[in-house]
């Protein structure tokens, strides 16, 4: 029974040490690698591809990043294709405008956002 036991214990950590080279030998896959969405949309930009959708992820990821600038070309981009967008468009939109110090138009959007909110 013991030589049982012996022979599983060593069996057991055979394997995990065969595991663990495997693991360690095996090539980094591109799959683990996180995607750049707001690269790859703007690649899709520049292939002269356009739809809202692009427009208000490009703009909705700046903004999360906090750059306001981009976050606004991508915005503008949006109303101009799609003249009704989600009423959220309108409030990062209007975020992002302050910002950036244009608050005329940053408080123009706000009331926008507010009016699609009560409809």
Same mark, same amino acid.
């Given at each position: 029974? /013991?030589?049982?036991?012996?022979?599983?214990?060593?069996?057991?950590?055979?394997?995990?040490?065969?595991? /663990? +080279? /495997?693991?360690?030998?095996?090539?980094?896959?591109?799959?683990?690698?996180?995607?750049?969405?707001?690269?790859?949309?703007?690649?899709?930009?520049?292939?002269?591809?356009?739809?809202? /959708?692009?427009?208000?992820?490009? +703009?909705?990821?700046?903004?999360?990043?906090?750059?306001?600038?981009?976050? #606004?070309?991508?915005?503008?981009?949006?109303?101009?294709?799609?003249?009704?967008?989600?009423?959220? +468009?309108?409030?990062?939109?209007?975020?992002?405008?302050? +910002?950036? #110090?244009?608050?005329?138009?940053?408080?123009?959007?706000?009331?926008?956002?507010?009016?699609?909110?009560?409809?």
């Amino acid at each position: 029974m /013991q030589d049982t036991k012996l022979l599983f214990f060593f069996f057991l950590t055979g394997s995990m040490f065969t595991l /663990q +080279a /495997q693991k360690m030998n095996a090539p980094s896959s591109q799959a683990d690698k996180p995607i750049d969405i707001i690269k790859v949309y703007e690649m899709v930009v520049a292939e002269g591809y356009e739809s809202s /959708q692009i427009f208000e992820t490009l +703009a909705t990821e700046n903004f999360y990043l906090s750059n306001f600038e981009e976050a #606004k070309k991508w915005f503008e981009k949006l109303f101009a294709l799609n003249p009704n967008p989600e009423p959220l +468009a309108y409030y990062r939109y209007a975020k992002s405008l302050e +910002a950036l #110090k244009d608050l005329e138009k940053a408080n123009q959007y706000l009331a926008l956002y507010n009016s699609k909110l009560n409809k």
